[in-house]
């Protein structure tokens, strides 16, 4: 059985962006987390992970902090004591710490030599503006960032609303010692620091003049409550897929295929706890701004009375109705599934809910029902090379 010789941990706690006092915090903990502890420096750690050809990863979100590890199972109890000192005893060295903030900067000067890159950090400022969601990373407070500001940090959260999660070729005993390794961890649920949205919206494109980049990156999009408020979740998701979420998309097929503007361009969901929002983004050819606003606004056009054939709707049903499967199926997909219950609310159920409503959505029930939560658009940005 797929996935029997491997085990999968993942552990998901509050602690992301929302709860950092500062966006380069939450950033160096990531590069952080597995260069040492108090028994065990950054080159012992690595051996030990090499040894056992163990695929580790902290990922930092908006809103919670996923640490992914997967080995295979025979070595599972072997490298969980080493999983335990980095998340109950981390200690890294100065000469660590500054690697890891070198690092980050040079990353962050490339990024910035990019125009999406510059595109999406303007329209997060401009639709979330001091809340962390709009946060930018600057080398100022990269360069400021104490280790014990980032150890204060990954101790205050390290334990808040703990979910643990296990698949693959797990055992009664390995269950057992990773529970009896993790109780020691304050579960505790916790509400962010308040803040507020601003209230103004951007019906129109805006532009920022971008020196260095060779292409121009668009963005539209909505902001959205966060998913558990919203109505017609199947229906919006569906549209989403039309729209741009795969391949075979109206604005993959238009743009990319038939114009050759633009070599990745896409629409998705993007869903916070307190907030969500949907964009349409990708890198377009300079020059070609005006002509790939008006195909997408024809595109909405199209939408709005009824021009979309029944067989690309056909075949997005198609598509979705085989990731659905994947997720009821595969090892991975319960196990972030899992994890969309605790984040979400969503439970394996809701999926099968979504399979069986699938099968019997229409042209018109898609378009009337999200239609009306999408559109219009409430925000737009355009980054030109100057």
Not at 76 to 92: H, N, Q, V
Not at 111 to 134: D, M, T
Not at 188 to 211: D, G, M, N, R, V
Request: net charge positive; proline share 3%; glycine share 6%.
């Amino acid at each position: 059985m797929e996935g029997d010789n491997i085990a999968t941990l993942l552990l998901r706690w509050q602690g992301g962006i929302l709860y950092s006092p500062s966006q380069s915090i939450a950033f160096l903990l990531r590069e952080l987390f597995n260069k040492g502890t108090e028994y065990k420096n950054d080159k012992e750690i690595a051996t030990i992970l090499d040894k056992y050809g163990v695929e580790i990863e902290l990922y930092i979100g908006k809103d919670f902090f996923f640490l992914y590890v997967n080995v295979l199972a025979i070595h599972y109890l072997k490298i969980l004591s080493l999983i335990r000192e980095m998340i109950f005893f981390p200690r890294w060295p100065m000469k660590v710490v500054k690697k890891a903030k070198k690092k980050i900067i040079q990353s962050l000067k490339l990024n910035r030599a990019k125009a999406y890159f510059c595109a999406q950090e303007l329209v997060l400022e401009k639709i979330f503006g001091n809340h962390p969601y709009g946060w930018k990373l600057d080398e100022t407070t990269i360069k400021q960032t104490r280790v014990e500001d980032i150890a204060r940090f990954f101790y205050k959260c390290r334990g808040r609303d703990l979910s643990v999660a296990m698949t693959g070729g797990i055992n009664q005993d390995m269950v057992k010692k990773t529970i009896d390794t993790f109780n020691p961890l304050e579960r505790t649920a916790s509400s962010p620091p308040l803040y507020t949205i601003p209230s103004q919206t951007f019906e129109t494109p805006f532009f920022l003049t971008h020196e260095r980049s060779r292409q121009s990156a668009m963005i539209w999009g909505k902001v959205l409550p966060p998913l558990h408020r919203i109505d017609k979740v199947p229906e919006l998701l569906f549209l989403n897929l039309v729209l741009g979420g795969y391949f075979g998309s109206l604005i993959m097929q238009k743009i990319r295929e038939e114009k050759g503007y633009t070599y990745n361009i896409y629409s998705r969901f993007i869903f916070l706890q307190k907030f969500s929002f949907w964009k349409i983004s990708g890198d377009v050819k300079k020059g070609r701004e005006k002509e790939v606003i008006e195909l997408v606004n024809d595109i909405f056009r199209q939408l709005r009375e009824k021009k979309i054939s029944s067989a690309l709707y056909e075949n997005t049903q198609r598509y979705w109705m085989g990731r659905i499967l994947y997720r009821l199926s595969s090892a991975q997909g319960r196990l972030f599934t899992d994890f969309e219950q605790a984040k979400y609310g969503k439970s394996l159920n809701h999926y099968v809910n979504y399979y069986n409503k699938l099968q019997k959505f229409s042209c018109d029930t898609i378009r009337e029902q999200a239609m009306e939560q999408l559109f219009p658009l409430r925000f737009a940005c355009i980054c030109l090379q100057e």
